[in-house]
């Protein structure tokens, strides 16, 4: 009797087994001639070679559908068992707005005309600006455009920034060392990579550098090379930073400028980056400016009222 030693990597043993080892326990009926013992993230298959290779085989596709799917359960491991490895076999759920499937399988998609506009401009341009108040989706859709583009390996890292602009805090009396006084900055950015990609692999992903996120002091010096980037809150730069950052860029990247020149929470007489960037970047061909409104807001109804609101007030200003 042969045995075979596979393992799972990046990939949470709990989902992959099913709850109370469900997963498992259909493959065993699945293949009624072999000895299956799973312990961990480890699993040794013992039988015939032939039997063996073709659990091999299915036991890659299953991981290559929760890779990509982030999913799996009884109807799906039945149909990759009864399958002959050639057909999608999510093609009844895809559409063209699917951007990734996310955490349990959810599917994230551009939900608006205008999110759409703005999936199509990064498809066609290295450089675009997502402009609109809140809610309107500028940074979940990017960062699902950019773990969709390292899912598949278009880029070899993603990288997220925002400029630490103190909105009434001061970071110097925040507690903790550096990256506790920042992470509050960046919490938005991290709240949509949880969505879109599984705890264990987002964790291995921050601490080997292909996710990287960090304010925009980090970006200086650097050449941003085979990577999807992100500038967050960009309102919030100043001319020296939004130069610096745009200059950035290195081959083969892709560079995503969100930003509401609503919300600016820069010192009085400081311009902003953004706005300046606006004006002095309109007609460079490669670059190209995507503006959301509130008919994009898909939060609570009540933020399209608030901005409404807002809007109504700032006029009569």
Do not use: C, W
Request: hydrophobic share 40%; no cysteine; net charge positive.
């Amino acid at each position: 009797m042969n045995e075979l030693n596979l393992e799972l990597t990046d990939i949470n043993p709990r989902d992959f087994f099913g709850e109370g080892n469900a997963n498992i326990d259909l493959l065993k009926k699945s293949f009624p001639k072999l000895k299956i013992v799973a312990r961990g993230s480890k699993i040794r298959v013992y039988g015939d070679p032939p039997m063996l290779e073709e659990f091999e085989r299915r036991f890659q596709m299953l991981t290559d559908h929760y890779s990509r799917y982030n999913k799996l359960d009884e109807n799906i491991i039945e149909r990759v068992l009864s399958s002959n490895g050639s057909e999608d076999l999510e093609s009844s759920e895809t559409s063209r707005d699917v951007l990734v499937h996310g955490v349990s399988g959810r599917l994230v998609k551009a939900q608006t005309v205008n999110q759409r506009r703005l999936v199509d401009a990064v498809s066609r341009n290295d450089m675009v600006f997502a402009i609109g108040p809140a809610g309107t989706g500028k940074t979940y859709t990017g960062v699902a455009l950019a773990v969709r583009a390292l899912k598949n390996k278009q880029v070899k890292r993603i990288i997220l920034t925002r400029p630490a602009v103190e909105a009434g805090e001061n970071l110097g009396f925040l507690p903790g060392d550096l990256k506790e006084k920042l992470d509050p900055y960046m919490q938005p950015l991290y709240d949509a990579l949880r969505d879109m990609i599984p705890a264990e692999k987002l964790a291995k992903f921050i601490e080997d550098g292909t996710i990287q996120i960090a304010p925009m002091a980090f970006m200086r010096g650097r050449t941003l090379d085979h990577a999807f980037v992100i500038l967050d809150e960009a309102q919030n730069t100043t001319h020296a930073q939004m130069k610096m950052f745009l200059t950035r860029m290195g081959k083969n990247a892709k560079f995503l400028l969100t930003g509401d020149p609503g919300q600016i929470d820069l010192p009085r007489r400081v311009i902003s980056g953004l706005k300046e960037a606006l004006l002095i970047l309109k007609d460079i061909k490669g670059i190209e400016i995507i503006y959301l409104d509130d008919k994009d807001v898909i939060r609570h109804k009540l933020v399209k009222k608030v901005i409404d609101a807002y809007k109504t007030i700032e006029h009569q200003n």
